[in-house]
C-alpha cells in the first residue's frame, strides 16, 4: 500500500511559480510511475504530467507543456511539479497519483491517490 502526500500548493499571481511536491510512502517507489493530475471546480480530473519509474520518460499535457516540469528524487521518495508561468486558468486542485511501472495519462488507471494541495492563480 502506497500512500502519498503533496504539499507546496498556494495563492500567487500571474507569471509566478509554484514547486510541488509529492512525497510516497509504504511501498518500493522505484517500482511505481507517478503522475500529477488538477481538478477545477465544477471540472472533470484531468491529466497534468506523468514521470516513469526512473525518471527517463516524461510526458505533459498540451496545455502545460513547456510550464511544467515532473521530475522525481527515488532516494527522497518525492516526485516533483516545478510549475512557471503560472496562469489563471492553473487555478484547480492537484493531486499526484501512483501506479505499477509504465506511465499514463488516464486518471482511472492510477491506483493510489494523496488528497491534494491547492494552487489558486490570481491575475
Known amino acids: 500500500q502506497v500512500q502519498l502526500v503533496e504539499s507546496g500548493g498556494g495563492s500567487v499571481r500571474t507569471g509566478d511559480s509554484l514547486r510541488l511536491a509529492c512525497v510516497a510512502s509504504g511501498g518500493t517507489f522505484e517500482n511505481y510511475a507517478v503522475g500529477w493530475f488538477r481538478q477545477a471546480p465544477g471540472k472533470e480530473r484531468e491529466f497534468v504530467a506523468t514521470i516513469n519509474w526512473s525518471g527517463s520518460r516524461t510526458v505533459y499535457a498540451t496545455s502545460v507543456k513547456d510550464r511544467f516540469t515532473i521530475s522525481r528524487d527515488n532516494q527522497k521518495n518525492t516526485v516533483y511539479l516545478e510549475m512557471t508561468s503560472l496562469k489563471p486558468e492553473d487555478t484547480a486542485d492537484y493531486y499526484c497519483?501512483?501506479?505499477?511501472?509504465?506511465?499514463?495519462?488516464?486518471?482511472?488507471?492510477?491506483?493510489?491517490w494523496g488528497q491534494g494541495t491547492q494552487v489558486t492563480v490570481s491575475s
Open positions: 497519483a501512483a501506479r505499477r511501472y509504465t506511465i499514463s495519462r488516464n486518471v482511472a488507471e492510477y491506483r493510489y
